[in-house]
């Protein structure tokens, strides 16, 4: 059971370049999340998605975009890269939000 | 809006230690509240969650309660180990049973020493 993938775990981007960041559940799950974590802050919600082809904008969705065209797979796209996007994601989902979130390991990006 | 405070960290035990860390929140609805914990390198794992209030959850040796009365979910263990170190969010869930969006507290670091 490998329950939240994302792929890559460290990336190294220069400014203005662009990178998609993969994540994938096998849990059936339909609800799907990205998060950033800056050092030594919580969590901000990025995008958020309640099934496929339904998404919507988190707390900071500025600079990212996301799709959802299956129910397993809920890539964010970087366009533009900006140091202020040095950050580490963290795609997470949830089945109707009764059991708690599922969190993967988390992509650490760097924009130089 | 609904939000989490946590105590802020860092907090420093010798293991064997008793550990509370502190979770309060406000909300207009009947949120479900969690514990997740993060530990060095890795993602967030759901550590406990209480549904409704007077409830109990528990884990791996961790409490916390759902007292509405003080709107607070505070986190305990009898006896910290070296292998707690790591960081604790309190979360919750703007409807309980409807997480589709947690409100996140901003982590208490933790670390035990031998």
């Known amino acids: 059971n490998a329950g939240v993938t994302q792929t890559p775990k460290f990336r190294i981007l220069k400014i203005g370049q662009s990178m998609t960041l993969q994540c994938a559940q096998d849990?059936?799950?339909?609800?799907m999340y990205w998060y950033r974590q800056d050092p030594g802050m919580g969590l901000k919600l990025i995008y958020y998605s309640v099934g496929a082809g339904i998404t919507d904008k988190g707390e900071v969705p500025n600079g990212y975009n996301v799709s959802r065209s299956t129910t397993e797979d809920f890539p964010l796209r970087l366009e533009l890269a900006a140091p202020s996007q040095t950050s580490v994601y963290f795609c997470?989902?949830?089945?109707?939000?009764?059991?708690?979130?599922?969190f993967g390991s988390g992509t650490r990006l760097t924009v130089v | 809006g609904d939000s989490v405070t946590q105590m802020e960290g860092p907090v420093t035990l010798s293991e064997e230690a008793f550990l509370t860390i502190n979770c309060t929140y406000t909300a207009t609805g009947y949120p479900s509240l969690f514990w997740y914990v993060q530990y060095p390198g890795e993602g967030l794992q759901l550590l406990l969650k209480a549904t409704k209030a007077d409830d109990k959850g528990s884990n791996k040796g961790f409490e916390a309660t759902y007292r509405k009365e003080t709107t607070s979910f505070h986190l305990e263990k009898g006896s910290v180990q070296v292998s707690d170190s790591a960081v604790y969010f309190c979360a919750l869930s703007e409807d309980a049973g409807n997480n589709r969006k947690l409100i996140w507290g901003l982590g208490t670091s933790l670390a035990v020493n031998p």
């Open positions: 849990m059936n799950h339909n609800y």
């Open positions: 997470a989902s949830s089945y109707e939000g009764l059991y708690g979130y599922t």
